[in-house]
């Protein structure tokens, strides 16, 4: 439940806030399950905070301090989060949908079950979060660093992945129908099971990546690099093969 005298004193400003963090600093803040809607919390202090079911849906958290909180169930849908640091955070659950998380970083967070449809995720830092059952259908993840991400049975359809990292990525299961993963990076990467039909994987680098079971029907792999991947049962029905050189053949010198 969360402390009342908390929330009188978030509601003073933010300035007057990170102060009270600042000469305060063993105490954790417990927000939890409050409406702060629409509120300007921009450059907050919220680290190690009790924010879990809490509905801050269009607030303005950008540049906020969200270290460690617990956002588990929290309502972020619409809600403006550039550039905040949200490292080992919780989000399982939590729902973020159209939210804008440009250059956010989210390394080592729990994003279990989250909703992230149509979020912007430009550039955000999610190695080796956990993204296990997300939605990041038709989510913006251009040149985002997922490095050793937890991608299990995400649903990714029509998820933009332009350039992004996924080097060492799970993917087992996931749902990548009409995704573009163009130009990304998934050396390494286990897709497994994974249904990429009529997704674009053209030029991406898919070096020693597993891709056993995978539906890439009707899939757009031109010059996409498959050296050393595992490909047993993949599917390739109607797939633009054009220029990539296979798991089975070194690049031409």
């Given at each position: 439940m969360a402390n009342r005298q908390h929330l009188d004193?978030?509601?003073?400003?933010?300035?007057?806030?990170?102060?009270?963090?600042?000469?305060?600093?063993?105490?954790?803040?417990?927000?939890?399950?409050?409406?702060?809607?629409?509120?300007?919390?921009?450059?907050?202090?919220?680290?190690?905070a009790d924010l879990h079911g809490t509905n801050l849906s269009e607030a303005n958290l950008s540049g906020a301090n969200?270290?460690?909180s617990d956002l588990s169930r929290a309502d972020l849908s619409d809600a403006t989060i550039i550039g905040a640091n949200l490292v080992v955070a919780k989000l399982s659950r939590a729902i973020l949908k159209k939210a804008v998380l440009l250059e956010?970083?989210?390394?080592?967070?729990?994003?279990?079950?989250?909703?992230?449809s149509e979020a912007d995720l430009r550039?955000?830092?999610?190695?080796?979060a956990n993204l296990r059952g997300i939605d990041l259908s038709k989510?913006?993840?251009?040149?985002?660093?997922?490095?050793?991400a937890r991608l299990r049975g995400a649903d990714l359809t029509q998820a933009d992945l332009n350039e992004a990292d996924l080097y060492e990525a799970d993917l087992s299961g996931a749902t990548l129908?009409?995704?573009n993963l163009s130009s990304a990076r998934l050396s390494r990467a286990v897709l497994n099971g994974a249904d990429l039909r009529?997704?674009?994987v053209c030029e991406a680098c898919l070096h020693e990546a597993k891709l056993n079971g995978v539906?890439?029907?009707?899939?757009?792999?031109?010059g996409a690099d498959l050296l050393d991947a595992v490909l047993n049962e993949t599917k390739l029905d109607g797939a633009n093969l054009k220029g990539m050189i296979p798991s089975c053949e070194r690049p031409r010198v």
């Amino acid at each position: 439940m969360a402390n009342r005298q908390h929330l009188d004193l978030l509601k003073q400003g933010v300035t007057s806030w990170n102060e009270w963090r600042r000469e305060n600093p063993d105490t954790s803040p417990d927000l939890s399950e409050l409406d702060l809607q629409g509120l300007d919390l921009e450059g907050v202090n919220l680290g190690e905070a009790d924010l879990h079911g809490t509905n801050l849906s269009e607030a303005n958290l950008s540049g906020a301090n969200l270290i460690a909180s617990d956002l588990s169930r929290a309502d972020l849908s619409d809600a403006t989060i550039i550039g905040a640091n949200l490292v080992v955070a919780k989000l399982s659950r939590a729902i973020l949908k159209k939210a804008v998380l440009l250059e956010a970083c989210l390394i080592m967070a729990n994003l279990s079950g989250a909703n992230l449809s149509e979020a912007d995720l430009r550039r955000a830092y999610l190695s080796r979060a956990n993204l296990r059952g997300i939605d990041l259908s038709k989510a913006i993840l251009c040149k985002a660093y997922l490095r050793n991400a937890r991608l299990r049975g995400a649903d990714l359809t029509q998820a933009d992945l332009n350039e992004a990292d996924l080097y060492e990525a799970d993917l087992s299961g996931a749902t990548l129908i009409l995704a573009n993963l163009s130009s990304a990076r998934l050396s390494r990467a286990v897709l497994n099971g994974a249904d990429l039909r009529r997704a674009i994987v053209c030029e991406a680098c898919l070096h020693e990546a597993k891709l056993n079971g995978v539906d890439m029907w009707h899939a757009d792999l031109s010059g996409a690099d498959l050296l050393d991947a595992v490909l047993n049962e993949t599917k390739l029905d109607g797939a633009n093969l054009k220029g990539m050189i296979p798991s089975c053949e070194r690049p031409r010198v």
